[in-house]
């Protein structure tokens, strides 16, 4: 795996400029909705250079998996698993799919598992509890800023000895029960937190993205053509994500909605929006937000490109003035003692 500064050194060699290659990763989130990381931008941008990164055969600890790794080989606990999905290819044929979710020390990553990689856990050849090896997998983030490993055609997973990684009940405390606690947001900092503000701005933008039909994973465009890194110029959904600035007198924060919650909010579909051109779809967004408060859950994530916090919402809800005043009540009950 290569840093990001790591990277940008190998790109300087070809001759490029520090502020030019910085200037093409910025442009190469933009294009993709900021939807992948820096350093996946970095590698995408080095391979429009030519270069081809190498990654690291060494085994990982489940924090410094990032977007982009390629060959990744690492180990951890199955603390957590979905349900199957099938579901329909353009051909006619069915695919299935599944998560499952590996633990460490150090963090959790979600596994992806297509097809005939479902059966390794509809027949328990590997369970929950298991302590596993991944190998040859790789990464690339979600919509929703997740970071995904997937086994492609070369990647490979096994059961191996238990290497006392924390139980199943451990990891699923650590990472899955809900811990949002109500901050200001000059108090912000990385994990899960609520926020109670007023969206002051909304950056203007396409607001729709491309999303593959089979997978959900965002589609980018090259010679006007959308394709799926994994299923190729598959169906399409329509998506909405919107970028806002909500302040709640301490600070600002930039909040990103996605999917179902960004049509939530502004009460409108996809379709919908998609079916509007860029200056209607603004100005009905920012017509259903701006000036409105709201209480928002989320994912608080340092964005290293422009060194700053962001949110991403996974709740949001309008401000109960009752439950608000009897909150607010309770605290000054215990502040009084």
Not at 38 to 54: I, M, N, P, R, S
Not at 138 to 158: A, C, H, M, Q
Request: one cysteine or more.
């Amino acid at each position: 795996m290569f840093s990001l500064d790591e990277i940008l050194k190998k790109i300087q060699e070809t001759g490029a400029s520090k502020e030019e290659i910085m200037i093409k990763i910025e442009k190469k989130q933009k294009d993709l909705f900021g939807l992948v990381s820096t350093e996946g931008a970095a590698y995408l941008v080095a391979k429009e250079y030519g270069l081809k990164l190498q990654d690291s055969d060494k085994k990982l600890q489940i924090k410094d998996i990032v977007d982009g790794i390629k060959k990744l080989n690492f180990s951890g606990r199955v603390f957590r698993t979905s349900n199957v999905v099938e579901f329909k290819r353009s051909d006619g044929s069915i695919g299935k799919v599944t998560n499952a979710f590996i633990g460490d020390s150090t963090g959790f990553v979600k596994l992806v598992l297509w097809d005939k990689q479902v059966k390794l856990l509809e027949d328990e050849t590997i369970k929950l509890g298991d302590t596993i090896e991944i190998a040859n997998g790789f990464v690339k983030e979600n919509i929703y800023g997740d970071t995904e490993v997937n086994l492609g055609r070369f990647g490979s997973i096994r059961a191996v000895e238990d290497l006392g990684f924390p139980s199943i009940e451990e990891l699923s405390k650590k990472f899955f029960l809900p811990t949002e606690t109500r901050v200001r947001i000059k108090e912000i900092i990385p994990g899960n937190f609520e926020i109670k503000g007023t969206v002051l701005r909304v950056f203007k933008g396409k607001f729709i993205f491309k999303t593959c039909s089979i997978c959900g994973s965002v589609m980018p465009e090259t010679a006007g053509k959308a394709a799926c890194a994994e299923h190729g110029e598959a169906e399409y959904n329509p998506s909405l994500v919107i970028t806002a600035i909500v302040d709640d007198g301490t600070g600002d924060l930039r909040v990103v909605f996605f999917r179902e919650l960004a049509e939530k909010i502004v009460g409108m579909t996809a379709g919908k929006i998609d079916d509007l051109d860029l200056e209607k779809r603004y100005e009905a967004i920012e017509e259903k937000l701006i000036g409105k408060e709201f209480l928002i859950k989320g994912r608080i994530k340092k964005n290293k490109m422009f060194d700053r916090l962001e949110m991403i919402a996974s709740d949001c809800k309008d401000i109960n003035i009752f439950e608000e005043s009897k909150n607010l009540f309770e605290e000054l009950t215990k502040v009084a003692g």
